[in-house]
């Protein structure tokens, strides 16, 4: 007996999305004349007609695919993406849909990722940090939405869950302000793969300062190329052997920022009891007791979860990807790393 044809094979065949299939079979619009007409040549010559048996069950979810870098830089990523994972799967198993999780590495080929998905029969994705253009575009060519997570380099092309990075540090420094400190530190690293983030966050941090009325020196600025404990210590000595050191450090993130705990401490000065230190983040898994305790101003990631979940659910209904953006206003999250001054 010759096996019943799906719309799934019929998506193979056409190199498209099982998602596109049933918007070329329904004669929806938003599909290209040259993806529509070689999905219906493929759907004839295999004799498809889209028609559904009136017993078939209908338990079958939508898969929405999430690509994740298991080679960041970063070692305590992990405890940054969990709560938005788990967050995301929440909010798609509401919504009749299912999370597949798609290992990538920054060498992993743009074919090799579109063959990945395609052959998964994904509706969506959305990329935790992870950025491939070429391979975007192209599944957005055949009408597979892209959500990208927490990475700002092609905001102006895709729709995008970002934090709201320029409040954050604003927020951040008039903390420290409030407690007294007019003497502060800003430290940031190189991330050219998150260059707007960057500007954003210093960018916060001199308006506060101008904000504050703070009248701070050139050598408050203080830029990393990599943030190693040996770098860190050899500029933060030339900072603190000058009279009237600073009382506060702003660190990037709190991943630097433990990096500045275990600088100062091997210089012999004590947060918070010689200099307060905050930073933006919570990428740090707080619980492990060797990872210093840092004050910092938290990204919500639950939120961003189901800000991505929902965004993505709502491109897929509307079958519209008009590049949007939505931002997690982040939130204090003391943890004693700052004094008050009197």
């Known amino acids: 007996m010759k096996q019943k044809v799906t719309s799934s094979d019929v998506a193979k065949k056409a190199g498209v999305s099982q998602s596109t299939v049933s918007l070329v079979l329904s004669g929806k619009d938003n599909i290209s004349e040259e993806v529509r007409k070689r999905v219906l040549q493929v759907a004839k010559d295999m004799g498809y007609s889209g028609r559904r048996s009136s017993n078939r069950k209908t338990s079958g979810k939508r898969k929405v695919g999430m690509l994740i870098d298991l080679s960041p830089p970063l070692p305590f990523i992990w405890s940054f993406e969990r709560p938005i994972l788990e967050s995301i799967e ?12 798609l290992p990538v590495k920054p060498d992993t080929g743009d074919d090799e990722i579109y ?12 990329s935790m940090l992870y950025i491939k253009e070429k391979t975007f575009q192209k599944l957005r060519s055949i009408h597979i939405p892209v959500i990208v997570l927490m990475n700002d380099a092609l905001q102006t092309q895709f729709p995008a869950i970002l934090v709201d990075d320029f409040q954050g540090v604003f ?8 407690r007294g400190h007019r003497k502060l530190v800003y430290i940031d690293y190189n991330r050219p793969d998150m260059p707007s983030t960057v500007i954003d966050r210093l960018y916060g941090f001199k308006k506060a300062v101008e904000h504050h009325n703070l009248n701070l020196p050139d050598s408050s600025l203080i ?4 943030p190693t404990i040996d770098e860190l210590k050899e500029k933060l000595e030339k900072v603190f052997s000058k009279e009237n050191p600073p009382t506060a450090i702003f660190a990037f993130d709190d991943y630097i920022g433990a990096s500045i705990a275990f600088a100062l401490q091997s210089l012999g000065i004590s947060v918070p009891e010689k200099v307060s230190l905050i930073s933006m983040g919570d990428v740090l898994d707080y619980s492990i007791p060797y990872i210093p305790q840092i004050t910092t101003v938290r990204i919500n990631t639950s939120i961003a979860g189901r800000m991505a979940g929902r965004l993505l659910f709502d491109i897929m209904e509307k079958n519209t990807d008009e590049p949007q953006i939505l931002k997690v206003t ?13």
Request: with cysteine.
């Open 90 to 101: 929440k909010y798609l198993n509401e919504h009749d849909m299912s999370l597949v999780i």
């Open 115 to 126: 063959t990945k998905i395609v052959s998964n029969q994904l509706t969506g994705i959305i």
């Open 171 to 178: 927020d951040g420094i008039t903390y420290l302000v409030n």
């Open 223 to 226: 830029r990393c190329s990599e």
């Open 330 to 342: 982040p939130s204090l999250c003391e943890r004693g790393s700052c004094r008050k001054i009197p």
